[in-house]
C-alpha cells in the first residue's frame, strides 16, 4: 500500500512515466545521454541527498581531497541518470537494439553450474548498472529471480516491475521472499540480492566496510550455506572507453566452513563485503554514495550523520 496520498502517488506515477517513456523513445546513445544530464540536474538541486555523499567519502576516503570527493558524488549521480536512461529502453526496445550497450564477461562460470543444475546466488551492490544485470542475464536465456524492495508508490512499482520481468525474469518482494528464495535455489534456479545497502533490527550483522563497521544483511550468506548453493559475485560497472555496461561475472566465491553456523555466516558476509569494497574502489564514482551505509550504529555509538 502507499504511504503517500492519492495526489502524490498520481503525481509521481505521472512523472515516471513521463521520464522513462520520453527517455524510451530516443535513440540508445541519447537516452544515455539524456539520462546523464538529468543526474547532473539531480546534483545540483539534491542538497541533503549531496551532502550524505560527502559524509560517506570523508569515512571511505579520507585522504582525498573534499574537491576530489565533490567530483566523485557528481558521478554517482550521472552513473543513476546514465543508468535511467539504459533501463527506459528496456522497455519497449528490440532485443537487437539492447544488445549494443552491454557486454557479458565470465557467464560461462554460471553457464556450467546451470548445465549441473546447481541453484545459485548472485549477489551485486548499486553501483554502475545494477537494474540492468538481470535484463541482460534474461537476453542472454538466463532469468533470475530478483529480490527486490517494492516502490512504495504502487503505480510506479507497477511500471518498474512490468520492465523488470519483460524478458522472463520474476521479482520476489524481500519482506516476504524466505521460502521462495529456498524454494529456487533448491529448484536449481538463481537468485540475485543487493547487499551493499544500510539495514536495521535482526536482519543485520556488524562487519567492516571501508573500515567502520556497517550493519550488513546476511541473507546470501545464510541461503548459502544452508542450501549448499555457490555465491557468486556479478557487477555492472560502465565502461567509459567502449560506451558500454561490462557485466562482470566471477567465479565462485571460496567458503571456508568451521562447524559453527553464525560465525560462518559472519565471516562470509565480511568476505562479500570486502569483495564489494575493492568493487567500489575500483568504480568510486558509480557507487550510491547518497544512500546513508552507516546509518545504524552498533549499540553505544553516536550517529555517523
Known amino acids: 500500500m502507499s504511504k503517500h496520498g492519492k495526489l502524490q502517488t498520481t503525481l509521481e506515477y505521472l512523472a515516471a512515466r513521463l521520464v522513462l517513456s520520453g527517455l524510451g523513445l530516443m535513440p540508445m546513445r541519447m537516452a544515455i545521454s539524456a539520462g546523464q544530464g538529468l543526474g547532473t540536474v539531480a546534483y545540483r538541486l539534491a542538497g541533503n541527498l549531496r551532502r550524505t555523499g560527502e559524509r560517506n567519502l570523508q569515512l571511505a576516503f579520507p585522504e582525498k581531497t573534499e574537491e576530489e570527493r565533490q567530483e566523485i558524488v557528481r558521478g554517482c549521480f550521472r552513473s543513476l541518470g546514465r543508468q535511467l536512461g539504459v533501463f527506459s529502453k528496456f522497455a519497449k526496445s528490440p532485443i537487437e537494439s539492447l544488445y549494443e550497450v552491454f557486454q557479458i564477461t565470465g557467464l560461462e562460470h554460471y553457464e556450467k553450474l546451470k548445465a549441473e543444475n546447481k541453484g545459485v546466488v548472485f549477489f551485486t551492490a548499486h553501483l554502475g548498472g545494477w537494474e540492468l544485470l538481470p535484463l541482460c542475464s534474461s537476453l542472454r536465456g538466463n532469468p533470475l529471480n530478483v529480490v527486490v524492495r517494492r516502490i512504495d508508490n504502487p503505480k510506479v512499482e507497477r511500471i518498474v516491475d512490468k520492465i523488470r520481468t519483460r524478458w522472463g525474469n520474476q521479482t520476489l518482494d524481500?519482506?516476504?521472499?524466505?521460502?521462495?528464495?529456498?524454494?529456487?535455489?533448491?529448484?536449481?534456479?538463481?537468485?540475485?540480492?543487493?547487499?551493499?545497502?544500510?539495514?536495521?533490527?535482526?536482519?543485520?550483522?556488524?562487519?567492516?566496510?571501508?573500515?567502520?563497521?556497517?550493519?550488513?544483511?546476511?541473507?546470501?550468506?545464510?541461503?548459502?550455506?544452508?542450501?549448499?548453493?555457490?555465491?557468486?559475485?556479478?557487477?555492472?560497472?560502465?565502461?567509459?572507453?567502449?560506451?558500454?555496461?561490462?557485466?562482470?561475472?566471477?567465479?565462485?566465491?571460496?567458503?571456508?566452513?568451521?562447524?559453527?553456523?553464525?560465525?560462518?555466516?559472519?565471516?562470509?558476509?565480511?568476505?562479500?563485503?570486502?569483495?564489494?569494497?575493492?568493487?567500489?574502489r575500483s568504480y568510486p564514482d558509480q557507487w550510491l554514495w547518497i544512500h546513508k551505509r552507516w546509518k545504524t550504529r552498533p549499540p553505544g555509538e553516536p550517529s555517523i550523520y
Open 174 to 280: 524481500k519482506l516476504s521472499a524466505g521460502r521462495q528464495m529456498i524454494k529456487a535455489l533448491r529448484s536449481g534456479e538463481a537468485l540475485g540480492l543487493l547487499t551493499d545497502l544500510n539495514v536495521v533490527g535482526e536482519e543485520a550483522i556488524y562487519v567492516d566496510f571501508f573500515g567502520v563497521p556497517a550493519a550488513t544483511n546476511f541473507m546470501v550468506a545464510k541461503l548459502a550455506l544452508r542450501t549448499k548453493a555457490p555465491i557468486m559475485p556479478m557487477f555492472a560497472p560502465w565502461d567509459e572507453k567502449r560506451r558500454k555496461f561490462d557485466l562482470q561475472v566471477s567465479p565462485p566465491v571460496t567458503v571456508e566452513l568451521t562447524g559453527d553456523e553464525e560465525a560462518d555466516v559472519l565471516n562470509l558476509t565480511a568476505k562479500l563485503s570486502r569483495i564489494t569494497e575493492d568493487k567500489i
